[in-house]
């Protein structure tokens, strides 16, 4: 079952002689429960295709549907419910809120969106990102790998129809980055999570199900993975 399509995104940046063009005529399509890796040198335009398939950043022209839904046809307030309740979003430097504790960064999704935050998907999150007993603990008290365990579980609490990460390993040893590549296909695989991450690092892409290659904004590469 198709979860998101892209029709020919086009993103430009400055006019005249300072144009560029960042996405240049992207189109593809994911189905469910699909593991993308999204590779492509710095400046090839994957953090800018991020942000647009994650309702961040508005494109110059061309669509996104998630689930069918038309993500730019709405108002922003439409397109800021779409971000918190179909989009998990997890970035190399965490993002965490200093003071705010590890349950409470892992609910705020939920609770700006102004619902009852569900106790026992929490549990179950905390169980599986090996977070138990660090509750109340403050991002300063915690690893680089907890921090990113933490934005995972935030990113997953809402139960989104799509993950995005953004070089999530980017900021770790090679030991932290395997543990959460690991983390992030377990949920694949047993939660049926669709996952689409950017990434510099070819272990990682090639741990996907999916490679996108980006260059100058096309796709130059789309290739499944046995």
Known sequence: MEILRVE?????????????????????SVEKGDFVAIVGPSGSGKSTLLH?????????SGKVFVNGQDVYAGSDTQ??????????????????????????????????????????RLD?????????????????????????????????????????????TGNLDSKNSQEIVNLLKMFNREYDQTLIVITHDESIALQAKRIIAIEDGRITRDEKLS
């Open 124 to 168: 179950e999150l905390l169980s599986v990102l090996e977070l138990k007993g660090r509750e109340k603990h403050l991002p300063n008290q915690l690893s680089g790998g907890q921090q990113q365990r933490v934005s995972i579980g935030r990113a997953l609490m809402n139960s989104p129809s799509i993950v995005l990460a953004d070089e999530p």
């Open 8 to 28: 020919n995104l086009t993103k430009v940046y400055g006019k005249g002689e300072n144009e560029v063009r960042a996405l240049d005529g992207v189109s593809f």
């Open 52 to 60: 647009t398939l994650g309702g961040v950043d508005r494109p110059t």
């Open 79 to 120: 397109l800021a419910i779409f971000r918190r309740r179909e989009v998990g979003l997890i970035y190399q430097f965490y993002n965490l809120i200093p003071v705010l504790n590890v349950r409470e960064n892992m609910t705020l999704p939920v609770l700006l969106d102004g619902r009852k935050v569900n106790e026992q």
